[in-house]
């Protein structure tokens, strides 16, 4: 067992023994690899869809904290990007653990465990979801004069996207060394 936690929000990276892949195929090198074009650019496509909502998010929160957006316009961003990423997050983490990580654990036993962390994460940011929904349905039913519900919202926006970022380098530097080394069998 490792010297640190493996637990989302507590981690600053995967154990080196789950790096292996990523030494032999470091994150510089994946674009121009044959096996790059197709899954492996969708699937990080998605991951960056993900990272923009949330910037969207937190900029659009920010302004409208700082009096720069009309409320009905905020409510309406909140509503429309919270909802996608909501929505898209959790289709994109349901098809990872019943279909992706169990093949792509099966493609590389060194790398076993780290599907098992990634699978957990799912779990944590699951919780941290929930808070999240919470405090944008707070946000948008916030009264016209209260900044403390989006204030909130701006926090647990913030949390969701440290945790989430930690997550998705994790899972890219786990799951696309693997495609590149063996790949995209069995995944389509």
């Not at 945790?163 to 995209?184: C, F, N, T, W």
């Amino acid at each position: 067992m490792d010297n640190f936690s493996t637990q989302l929000g507590q981690r600053d990276g995967l154990p080196d023994a789950l790096s292996v892949l990523l030494k032999e195929y470091p994150r510089e090198g994946w674009e121009e690899h044959p096996g790059f074009e197709g899954l492996v650019r969708f699937w990080l496509d998605r991951h960056m869809m993900f990272r923009r909502l949330l910037e969207m998010l937190a900029t659009e929160t920010e302004k409208h904290l700082d009096q720069k957006t009309d409320r009905m316009v905020f409510k309406a961003h909140v509503a429309k990007l919270g909802s996608m990423l909501v929505g898209e997050l959790n289709g994109h983490h349901n098809i990872e653990d019943a279909h992706y990580f169990p093949i792509l654990a099966k493609k590389d036993f060194r790398i076993k465990r780290g599907f098992e962390i990634l699978d957990r994460d799912h779990h944590a940011l699951d919780d941290v979801l929930h808070r999240y929904v919470k405090a944008a349905n707070a946000a948008i039913n916030a009264e016209l004069q209260s900044s403390r519900e989006i204030g909130k919202f701006l926090e647990e926006t913030n949390r969701l996207e440290s945790m989430l970022s930690r997550h998705l380098i994790d899972e890219e530097e786990l799951v696309v060394p693997v495609i590149l080394k063996h790949g995209a069998g069995g995944l389509g």
